[in-house]
């Protein structure tokens, strides 16, 4: 099985390095309530037909990891709001990029969808081959794409599952049509990254609003009491998505990570910076109004990522949509 993957992506090689060259779909540059609500689209909730066979064996297929774009012009996204986990890095220039990792349900429609970076082949090694949306990527950067364990679903490849919007400028209007690519959302066992799930842990402090700086870029959660989420604002815009839906996680989690220079530049010279997500560090986990000090581990680029209370207990998030900001140390 192992090497039929490899087959078919070797086969695809050709055309990654087709769909970067052309631009005429896709472009790869950086531009300047309730107890029982999950902070996810309705639509999210598990489902039989999504997650489960008709005799309950849980399917345990790809997740869909989808880079969306976070540049002022791309807002607001789409389908951000269905996300399991939406991972928030740096890019070139100081700027943010947005990676959402669907698994309970998939959504009608993602994007605007962006390029792939390196930082997100090792962050993306703690899923079973997960199949990674992209728009493209830098020439160089392809090879290693296309050998990661991952599929890789860059724009072309499966030409009726991407479309080009009429509400925003290129390269600000690529979207993705998930059920395209995939048959059916593998269900929340998908998601191997580690996290834990349950009650708070003791203590924490009281917080009412967050807010964590890239050098060019910055995301503020503000605790809802009325919703018991945490709501979003980018660059000091409330973020909601196209169809008006504010987008809520339960757990945000502040990953102090090393964000070091790497070999890949983009078209104007800016270094590409490299976001390491293997390795261990400190951590602040927001949830039910509350910040708490927690450590995360992760050894291997297989494994999933650890977060911890600061006595070594498991640090539970709170059940709902997680985000995850990988801030420099």
């Avoid at 989808?66 to 700027?95: F, S």
């Amino acid at each position: 099985m192992r090497e039929m993957v490899r087959t078919r992506r070797g086969a695809w090689t050709a055309a990654l390095l087709a769909v970067t060259v052309t631009g005429s779909l896709v472009s790869g540059c950086t531009s300047g309530g309730g107890a029982t609500d999950d902070g996810r689209s309705p639509t999210q909730s598990r489902t039989p037909s999504e997650s489960e066979s008709a005799t309950g064996t849980v399917n345990a297929g790809p997740v869909l990891a989808v880079k969306i774009d976070n540049a002022p012009d791309a807002r607001p996204q789409t389908g951000l709001d269905a996300a399991d986990v939406v991972y928030a890095e740096q890019v070139e220039g100081g700027l943010s990029r947005l990676m959402a990792v669907f698994a309970s349900t998939l959504p009608d429609a993602v994007g605007p969808v962006r390029s792939a970076r390196e930082s997100d082949l090792e962050l993306l090694r703690q899923f079973h081959e997960p199949t990674l949306a992209f728009s493209g990527a830098q020439h160089k950067l392809l090879p290693l794409i296309n050998d990661a364990p991952l599929d890789p679903e860059p724009a072309g490849k499966v030409p009726d599952a991407w479309y080009r919007g009429s509400g925003k400028a290129a390269p600000h209007n690529l979207y993705l049509r998930p059920r395209r690519l995939m048959d059916s959302a593998p269900g929340d066992t998908a998601l191997t990254t580690g996290f834990h799930f349950g009650a708070a842990p003791p203590g924490g402090t009281p917080e009412t609003s967050r807010t964590v700086r890239f050098p060019s870029a910055r995301f503020t959660f503000t605790w809802s009491a009325e919703r018991g989420r945490w709501l979003v604002a980018m660059d000091g815009t409330p973020t909601v998505t196209t169809d008006g839906r504010t987008v809520a996680p339960a757990t945000v989690v502040i990953q102090y990570v090393k964000v070091r220079t790497s070999k890949y530049h983009d078209f104007l010279g800016n270094n590409t910076p490299f976001t390491e997500s293997v390795g261990s560090g400190t951590a602040q986990v927001l949830r039910d109004g509350r910040a708490f000090d927690a450590n995360w581990t992760r050894p291997e680029a297989a494994d999933g990522t650890r977060f911890t209370t600061p006595d070594g207990a498991p640090m539970n998030f709170a059940p709902g949509q997680v985000w995850v900001v990988l801030a420099k140390a």
